[in-house]
């Protein structure tokens, strides 16, 4: 939501389903629900360059946040200040 266009957007949203999937895909083993394949569960789990693979990850969401839209005081009718985009 904060990013400075739609590909910081974009490339945030692809990560967060990265994440989701991950989970989704290892608590339906867990349940019965999926067969069981041997996936790692994000950040729990040793897996080598899977566990690389989601800290870089990370730290590009990371840099996306730092590098995007700032946020932006607005005056409504009644003079007051809100701020959009509040971390």
């Known amino acids: 939501m904060h990013g400075s266009d739609n590909f910081d957007t974009l490339v945030g949203a692809g ?3 990265y994440f989701i999937s991950q989970f989704i895909v290892h608590a339906g083993m867990n349940i019965g629900l999926l067969p ?3 996936t790692t569960l994000p950040l729990m789990s040793y897996g080598g360059s899977h566990l690389v693979t989601e800290y870089i990850s990370l730290g590009l969401l990371m840099g996306l946040r730092r590098h995007g839209r700032p946020r932006v005081a607005v005056r409504d ?3 007051t200040v809100s701020v959009i985009g509040d971390y």
């Open 15 to 17: 990560i967060a389903i």
């Open 36 to 38: 069981i394949t041997g």
């Open 77 to 79: 009718a009644t003079e």
